[in-house]
């Protein structure tokens, strides 16, 4: 609606909406920005139209205010008509100036700061002057004013102009006002300038942000990355180390101990606190702080490596163990990584007692030693429960070098390590300085090289059981599952027959002749050099007192010499040189610089060696000869081998086996995997089988000259008695006492094959019997256990026991896994026991087996000797005991042996049984129900009831021996055994 005082002229009038005109804000024929959305909008400059880049030019008066113009308003030119040096000054001077724009005083420069969204609050600035505007219309610092115009402006405008002023680039400052903000506003807020410490700061802040934002991702990557395929730790709860399997001798003592680790795990309740503490202090001082890696010792080892100072891993128990336990050690970062990962995840898994354990379980501390409990065995010959502080920091200094640091080979350098350790825990506050100091002057007693039971106490037994082991369980499982095996073996009784054994070789070699020295030097110079050499070749425990040495003479006196081996140098006086005196004196046969072998003389001048390998080893080893000085004994070397298996008959356990004459020489064991002929030492069972099929002692044969056709052969063959000699008819008992070959042929050929075979798989003979006449003179292989199985049965009153070699098979938790039980087979009657037990106690009394009667108890056994004596043999008995003695050489050469089992075997099952009996209680053989024992032999004739006078007897109208003899043909005469 029109004013009627109204006198704008009519130019400048529009239409209202009403119809009527309205006075135009500016006198301008055009707005200053195009017309957005309803063309009749009261606001020719709506909030949301675009601004012009600049304004339009405006005349100014005399003092430089901006007239009212028909052309475009210059933004540049409101104001007083000043440069821009005087627009800084004047905007100094407050909101007031009529330089200052936007009237709230401060630099135009903050101007350009007015954000577009503060610009819907532009009403509120015209808010102060308002009263003003309306009561001095004219007054300089209005709005009106400001705007060169009468009118009041609208929002509109008030945002064109301060918008166009804040994109000038002005530098004077805005003034502040007490609250913060600029002077003249209420809601408008202008940021306040900062300084340049407070521009680095937030840069660095950011820097860093983004860096460890960078390093977050980066691990996060690697994490998933390294993840990959990587071992489960769970499986660790349940972890089983690789341990020792053991084996035990009747009496608990380890007789064997195989593993690819020589482990023995302990609880850490059984190892002491202090033991714990050396371990921490040296390798892991963190370990109950951190979460299984410890980044501040990954920096300073790194750090310590860079400066070459020392090369450290900076590795923490944890990340040890996750190594050794799941993967390699190979010196690679992804393996480091994945070495963290799996630390991280461990210590998710296990308490911290239990890593350690775990890790003191595992580690490896040089000489085989695998865990404390190894080591303290290894090095102190104690428990780890008995262990000092000093000796416990002494393992522990090990852990940095197991091989150089070992107080075995590097002494001093175990020393200094131990030291370390003592000094690490009292630094940490594990030890007092007192306790510290009497750790360090504590002296600590090494025991030196610890010997190896699988080769020192009955190497051929507990191999023997090895081999059983890894047939029923698997090479693997025995060597990494801990197997506690409970064996038969009796260590005393395998004592007695190493000796009884090396006795006889050594016995058997001088028989033989002395063939003199095996090497000569001719200098000193060449002296000193072989035996450096020889000692090289030394066993580090020290002389075996069951083997013999070769031994540089260095002189020779009248009945004596003087010799050395290696560092040992002894003497060897005349009763042990008087098997070689006969052919001569000594500086005949013996110079300086010889060679001769020598065994170390036993303490005993009764019978030598009386010292076990075991005990003499282990003295040795503990360093208990100071003085290197010994007495030796002359021997001499043989090829002939020996081997000895003894069975108690009580419970058919293995309690001695000898397989050879030196285990470190040949593995091979002749007591359990050489099937030998037994010769004459198998006519025992061929005699039972004729007293279960008609013959008794009593029956008569004829020991005279026979041609017989040979079934197995194919041949005619004329069997031969070992002396070449006919005695004519003879009872069988004489005859087996004898060992008459021709009656054995006979009876062998009366009653048959079948009955010899059902007979002989009885009493446990596995292997096939040949067809053929000459098996009754043993002429077929057969083993040690079959034969001692047979044996069995005679004093047992017929019952045959197994050999057995394990009573009981545990796991490492001390679980039974398997029993043996003694085996028994009623094999033959009691009676015919009962005969055989009889007619072998005379053959030792009055025949073959003369060389066993000193030992001046009940006993009986058998000789054998094969075709051409390359194999000797005694198999005998006592109601204790059943024993087996075999020599001979492995090639089967002819005369290998050259003597009769009677002198070469026997002696051997003496000396065996003089010892092992020794102390024990003598008792006879029993007479079993339905049987009779009669006059006749040196201890009586057993016979079943009723058949004395009896039996099976060869007609005695035959012809002569002599006409039968004679009468027969002679071809294949040089074929027959020779045999005993």
């Known amino acids: 609606m029109s004013d009627k005082n109204d006198k704008t002229p009519e130019s400048q009038k529009v239409p209202a909406l009403d119809g009527s005109q309205e006075t135009r804000l500016f006198p301008i024929t055009k707005p200053l920005v195009p017309a957005i959305g309803n063309p009749s909008q009261e606001d020719p400059l709506p909030d949301s139209a675009p601004l012009p880049a600049k304004l339009p030019s405006s005349p100014k008066d005399q003092r430089g205010n901006r007239l009212q113009s028909s052309s475009p308003l210059d933004a540049d030119d409101w104001g007083p008509a000043s440069t821009n040096d005087q627009d800084y000054h004047d905007?100094?001077?407050g909101p007031d100036d009529p330089g200052d724009l936007d009237g709230l005083g401060g630099s135009d420069a903050a101007d350009k700061h007015i954000d577009l969204k503060d610009l819907d609050n532009l009403d509120d600035l015209d808010e102060p002057y308002d009263q003003e505007d309306q009561d001095y219309p004219n007054h300089p610092g209005s709005t009106r004013d400001w705007l060169g115009l009468d009118e009041k402006p609208s929002p509109s405008q008030k945002r064109q102009v301060l918008l166009e002023d804040s994109l000038k680039n002005r530098k004077k400052p805005r003034e502040k006002s007490k609250g913060g903000g600029l002077k003249g506003t209420k809601a408008l807020s202008i940021p306040k300038k900062r300084g340049i410490l407070w521009k680095l700061f937030w840069g660095a802040f950011w820097f860093f942000l983004g860096i460890a934002l960078l390093v977050s991702v980066t691990i996060l990557v690697v994490y998933i990355y390294f993840s990959q395929d990587l071992p489960s730790v769970v499986t660790l709860k349940n972890y089983q180390p690789k341990t020792v399997t053991f084996f035990y001798a009747v009496d608990?003592?380890?007789?064997?101990?195989?593993?690819?680790?020589?482990?023995?795990?302990?609880?850490?309740?059984?190892?002491?606190?202090h033991l714990r503490e050396a371990f921490l202090a040296v390798e892991d001082t963190d370990f109950y702080r951190h979460q299984g890696v410890n980044l501040k010792a990954v920096a300073r080892a790194a750090y310590n490596n860079f400066k070459g100072e020392d090369i450290q891993g900076g590795s923490t128990i944890t990340q040890q163990l996750v190594r050794s336990l799941l993967l390699t050690s190979e010196r690679k970062i992804s393996r480091k990584i994945?070495?963290?990962?799996?630390?991280?995840?461990?210590?998710?898994?296990?308490?911290?007692?239990?890593i350690l354990e775990l890790y003191l379980n595992q580690i490896y501390l040089g000489q085989g030693a695998y865990g404390v409990e190894a080591a303290a065995q290894e090095y102190f010959d104690k428990h780890v429960e008995q262990l000092t502080v000093a000796e416990s920091a002494m393992l522990a200094g090990i852990t940095q070098s197991p091989e150089g640091k070992n107080p075995l080979k590097k002494p001093e350098e175990a020393r200094s390590r131990q030291l370390h350790a003592i000094g690490r825990m009292e630094y940490v506050g594990f030890l007092t300085p007192e306790e510290a100091n009497a750790a360090r002057g504590e002296v600590l007693n090494i025991r030196g090289h610890r010997p190896n039971p699988n080769t020192t106490i009955a190497p051929y037994f507990t191999e023997h059981v090895r081999r059983l082991m890894v047939e029923k369980y698997g090479e693997e499982s025995v060597y990494n599952d801990g197997y506690r095996v409970y064996t038969t073996l009796d260590i005393r009784d395998q004592q007695a027959a190493d000796a009884a054994v090396a006795r006889g070789l050594w016995e058997y070699a001088r028989r033989r002749g002395f063939k003199g020295p095996i090497n000569h030097y001719d200098s000193d110079e060449a002296i000193a050099a072989a035996l450096s050499a020889y000692e090289k070749k030394l066993p580090a425990e020290g002389l075996d007192p069951y083997r013999l040495y070769e031994a540089v003479i260095l002189e020779v006196q009248d009945n004596s010499l003087s010799v050395r081996v290696g560092p040992y140098i002894g003497t060897i006086e005349k009763k042990d040189l008087d098997w070689i005196l006969p052919k001569g004196s000594l500086s005949k046969q013996l110079t300086r610089g010889d060679v001769v072998w020598v065994r170390v003389k036993g303490p005993s001048e009764e019978v030598p060696l009386t010292e076990s390998r075991e005990l003499a080893l282990a003295r040795i080893g503990a360093g208990q000869e100071q003085n290197p000085n010994k007495s030796?004994?002359?021997?001499?070397t043989t090829d002939v081998q020996a081997a000895l298996l003894s069975m108690d008959l009580r419970d058919g356990g293995v309690r001695a086996m000898v397989g050879g004459r030196d285990f470190s020489e040949s593995q091979y064991n002749r007591a359990t995997q050489s099937q030998r002929q037994p010769g004459s030492s198998f006519k025992p069972i061929v005699y039972t089988s004729a007293m279960d099929n008609g013959f008794t002692p009593g029956s008569i044969m004829v020991d005279g000259p026979v041609v017989v056709d040979d079934i197995g052969s194919g041949k005619r063959w004329k069997p031969m008695n070992s002396d070449g000699k006919f005695l004519g008819p003879m009872t069988l008992y004489s005859a087996l006492v004898a060992s008459r070959n021709l009656v054995s042929v006979k009876v062998l050929e009366r009653i048959g094959f079948d009955a010899l075979d059902k007979t002989a798989s009885d009493m446990g003979i596995t292997a096939k019997l040949p067809r053929s006449l000459a098996v009754a003179l043993g002429a077929h292989g057969i083993t040690?256990?079959?034969?001692?199985?047979?044996?069995?049965?005679?004093?047992n009153q017929g019952a045959r026991v197994v050999p057995r070699y394990i009573t009981r098979i545990e796991d490492r938790y001390g679980n039974v896994l398997e029993t043996f039980d003694p085996v028994f087979y009623q094999a033959i009657s009691p009676p015919t026991a009962c005969i055989l037990t009889f007619m072998l106690r005379g053959a030792v009394a009055q025949g073959t087996g003369s060389a066993v009667k000193p030992l001046d108890r009940p006993v009986g056994g058998k000789t054998g000797t094969t075709n051409d004596y390359s194999d000797a043999w005694f198999v005998g008995f006592t109601p204790e005991y059943v024993t087996a003695v075999w020599m001979g050489t492995d090639e089967l050469k002819p005369r290998g042996v050259g003597e009769v089992g009677g002198r070469a075997a026997a002696p051997i099952f003496l000396y065996y049984m003089q010892k092992v009996l020794t102390g024990v209680p003598i008792t006879d053989f029993t007479v079993p129900e339905g049987a009779t024992l009669e006059s006749g032999g040196a201890f009586g004739i057993c016979y079943k009831e009723g058949t004395v006078g009896t039996g099976i007897s060869e007609n005695t109208s035959d012809p002569s021996p002599e006409e039968d003899f004679m009468r027969n043909d002679m071809e294949n005469f040089g074929d027959e055994p020779l045999v005993n």
């Open 784 to 795: 040690m256990p079959e034969m001692i199985g047979a044996y069995s049965s005679f004093p």
């Open 252 to 273: 608990g003592r380890v007789i064997g101990e195989f593993s690819h680790e020589r482990r023995i795990p302990v609880s850490l309740a059984q190892m002491p606190m």
């Open 338 to 354: 994945r070495e963290m990962i799996l630390a991280f995840r461990l210590e998710s898994s296990l308490t911290k007692d239990q």
């Open 632 to 636: 030796f004994v002359l021997e001499q």
């Open 91 to 93: 905007d100094q001077d």
